[in-house]
């Protein structure tokens, strides 16, 4: 069956840079979120988007914005990187209705230096 | 926002041992789902579990929402079976997944 896919895997920026990390859902899937998990923590809900539209809004900084496409694919993008970024950046998608499971996708490792 | 407490938060086994992870969360529930966290950092789906109980091999879940916890319960303990697992709820207000701590189980050979 059909993943998450999530690219790249893994990415090595300076601070100050930028990064976009892009993430594909499951195939007929409505609805994106992005998690974001620093070292030795629980991933933590940054931004949602259902149908397009932006649906719910965690602790995202504002260096941080994200959208989501018409093909469904969503970017997460990442501006004046801080050492402190550096952290594993999952997405999940699901559908709105009925059954409410999030599928993961394999995460991106973002390392700042 | 809603808590969601793990317990314990370390857990180490002999191999072939039996052993149960508990979660509790603080308010009802849409969703609850288990998640295993390997050594490569790829959180792997266990259970899709707001009520009821499910089995899948060795691994087994019972949440109890009225009670408001979930157990998972790991037989035959292998070494692959070590790695971070986390419980994750999505509150029936809200659309998104809190994440428990977790519990570090290590299991030895």
């Known amino acids: 069956a059909a993943g998450v896919i999530q690219s790249p895997r893994h990415l090595i920026k300076e601070k100050r840079e930028t990064a976009t990390l892009k993430c594909y859902p499951i195939?007929?899937?409505?609805?994106v979120y992005w998690y974001q998990q620093g070292p030795g923590q629980d991933p933590q809900f940054l931004i949602s988007?259902?149908?397009?539209?932006?649906?719910d809004k965690g602790s995202i900084p504002d260096r941080f914005s994200a959208q989501q496409f018409s093909d469904y694919h969503s970017e997460l993008n990442m501006s004046s990187l801080e050492l402190g970024d550096s952290a594993l950046y999952f997405c999940?998608?699901?559908?709105?209705?009925?059954?409410?499971?999030?599928?993961f996708g394999p995460g991106t490792r973002l390392t700042v230096t | 926002g809603i808590q969601v407490e793990q317990s314990p938060p370390d857990l180490i086994l002999q191999e072939g041992a039996n052993s149960t992870l508990r979660c509790n969360f603080s308010?009802?529930?849409?969703?609850l789902q288990w998640f295993h966290q390997n050594p490569w950092g790829q959180l792997i789906n266990l259970f899709y579990?707001?009520?009821g109980t499910k089995q899948n091999g060795r691994l087994s879940a019972t949440t109890v929402a009225t009670e408001r916890y979930s157990l998972l319960y790991i037989s035959s303990s292998q070494t692959t079976d070590s790695g971070v697992y986390f419980c994750?709820?999505?509150?029936?207000?809200?659309?998104?997944?809190?994440f428990g701590a977790g519990t570090t189980v290590t299991v030895r050979a």
């Open positions: 999940a998608s699901g559908t709105s209705g009925g059954v409410n499971e999030q599928y």
């Open positions: 195939p007929r899937h409505d609805t």
């Open positions: 988007f259902y149908e397009k539209m932006q649906s």
């Open positions: 308010d009802s529930v849409n969703n």
């Open positions: 579990i707001p009520s």
């Open positions: 994750a709820v999505e509150p029936r207000t809200d659309y998104k997944l809190s």
